[in-house]
């Protein structure tokens, strides 16, 4: 009998789910919560009520800063020795990884947010709908590149219909970032074999200085980053570095603007800012359809200290009730669009005087602002 505990620590959970891409399986197994190289990775254990051999599936790892801020503010950087290193644009939305599973008899290809064995819709985002709306015309590609290259695949769903920390001007989109194998080796995009998907975009090479180019781009980003209402920036949310080694291995690190990073490392690690409680609460959302206090706490414990989030939990169940609101605000304005019949970008009066009666006057300018981030 597998021992989750071995890989996963008691940082897991028991799932049993049905399969949305092939609903004639009811899949059973595990699902980590640890914040390292198996987070959101699966153990399925059965299929069908029907015991398979166990299959470890891995998902998106945490990814982590290649340094650790010291106490007098500056940064003990720590880069493995390595042969070259890929810098490619880091994307704000929701994470999906496409993988592969076996009932000894038939393999299936099927989808997962990154802390849930499948995807799915909840009260807060059409998940499940979203991803068949922007990839369902590359599943086949999807399949091919997991077969080529023996891993499975992680993409990221962003855009102004799927809200997070970045707001993007695209209503939605998708964008193939790595591959993930099953022994847990990463594959850069450079690495997959010539796939025909949308794909992040590569921002450089470098081979040396990575002090220096770590801190230089960190100067660019924020230069470009721009806070346009509370809780919400446009520009880029940051870069992931693959650092290719000797050995062939592949390690990922992070880079974020220094606003964004800021937000993490604030008074040394011992404060929490409300800008990075509302983008994890955001990201709660994709995972349960009434995120807590605890709920939340959970996510924010895998990068914070226990003691500043218990004395921010004021602040936490704040965001929580304001994205929560934010969230049923979004919905309510896409169904009374939707009621109208109408396009906005053909009938602008006539759809702006019908949603008149439905909101407060001062929300138009917002309701306005969402049906021109939905279309």
Request: glycine share 6%; hydrophobic share 35%.
């Amino acid at each position: 009998m597998v021992d989750p505990k071995e890989l996963f620590g008691n940082n897991y959970q028991e799932f049993c789910e049905v399969d949305p891409f092939n609903p004639k399986n009811k899949v059973e197994g595990y699902i980590s919560r640890k914040p390292n190289e198996f987070y959101g990775s699966l153990i399925i254990t059965k299929i069908n009520d029907r015991a398979v051999t166990p299959q470890l599936i891995m998902g998106s790892p945490k990814m982590h800063y290649p340094f650790s801020p010291r106490e007098d503010g500056s940064r003990d950087y720590k880069f493995p020795i390595v042969k070259n290193i890929e810098i490619w644009e880091k994307i704000d939305g929701s994470n999906v990884v496409a993988y592969q599973y076996s009932d000894g008899d038939n393999q299936y290809t099927t989808f997962k947010l990154r802390l849930r064995p499948f995807m799915a819709n909840s009260r807060f985002g059409k998940f499940l709908d979203m991803w068949k709306e922007v990839a369902s015309d590359y599943f086949t590609e999807i399949e091919r590149e997991m077969e080529r290259s023996n891993c499975n695949l992680s993409f990221e769903i962003f855009g102004s219909r799927n809200p997070h920390l970045i707001i993007y001007k695209n209503s939605l989109n998708f964008a193939l970032l790595f591959g993930v194998t099953n022994d847990g080796k990463i594959l850069s995009p450079t690495e997959l074999r010539n796939p025909d998907l949308p794909i992040a975009v590569k921002i450089k090479s470098i081979d040396k200085d990575f002090v220096q180019n770590y801190e230089q781009l960190q100067i660019e980003f924020q230069d470009k980053l721009q806070q346009d209402e509370e809780g919400y920036y446009s520009g880029m949310e940051g870069c992931v570095w693959y650092a290719h080694t000797p050995d062939g291995g592949c390690t990922q690190f992070k880079m974020k603007p220094e606003v964004i990073e800021a937000i993490h490392f604030s008074q040394g690690g011992a404060g929490l800012s409300k800008t990075v409680i509302l983008a994890t609460t955001w990201n709660a959302l994709e995972n349960t359809d009434s995120p807590t206090i605890e709920f939340v706490s959970q996510l924010l414990l895998e990068e914070f200290d226990a003691h500043a989030i218990e004395a921010n939990e004021h602040l936490i169940g704040r965001c929580i009730t304001f994205v929560i609101g934010e969230a049923e605000f979004r919905n309510k304005v896409s169904t009374e669009y939707k009621a109208t019949g109408l396009n906005i970008l053909l009938n602008k009066t006539d759809v702006m005087r019908q949603l008149s009666t439905k909101f407060e006057r001062n929300q138009m300018k917002k309701v306005y602002s969402v049906i021109r981030g939905t279309t």
